[in-house]
């Protein structure tokens, strides 16, 4: 089992910037990768961003590319999510997302990858 707990969201104006992060816990050594997911009010769960656990590598969705940089610190088992030059359309709950399951690196955008998942934390942007 691997515990995700975020924290970091709140609301800031447009143009703003906020810091997520991810601790995990449990059997985290079991991660392959991380991720970040939002979801908007009547929206389905849109991939943000993710990273291998052990290469570092990264990925965004086109939406956030070049403003929300993802990075890890494997010694203290976080996952962080830096957020820059936010826009009313990044509102939303935003969610950690861990996969203990080897998957090739073009499915770390989709939800069902990923079997485990932290509560969420909201993040609104003001226009």
């Known amino acids: 089992q691997v515990q995700l707990v975020e924290s970091g969201g709140g609301l800031v104006q447009a143009g ?14 079991t991660i392959y990768y991380m991720g970040w997911f939002r979801q908007a009010p009547g929206k389905e769960r ?11 590598r990264t990925y965004y969705a086109d939406s956030v590319k070049g403003r929300f ?17 936010l826009k009313p359309e990044d509102t939303a709950v935003y969610y950690c997302a861990a996969g203990t399951v080897y998957r090739r690196s073009d499915y770390y955008t989709y939800p069902t990858s990923y079997n485990y998942w932290g509560q969420g934390t909201q993040v609104t942007i003001s226009s």
Not at 46 to 56: C, K, P
Not at 70 to 84: G, H
């Open 16 to 29: 703003g910037s906020l810091r997520l992060s991810c601790a995990a816990s449990g059997r985290s050594s």
């Open 46 to 56: 849109e991939f943000v961003a993710a990273i291998n656990w052990s290469d570092g």
């Open 69 to 85: 940089p993802i990075s890890r610190d494997n010694a203290r088992n976080m996952v962080y999510l830096q957020m820059n030059s």
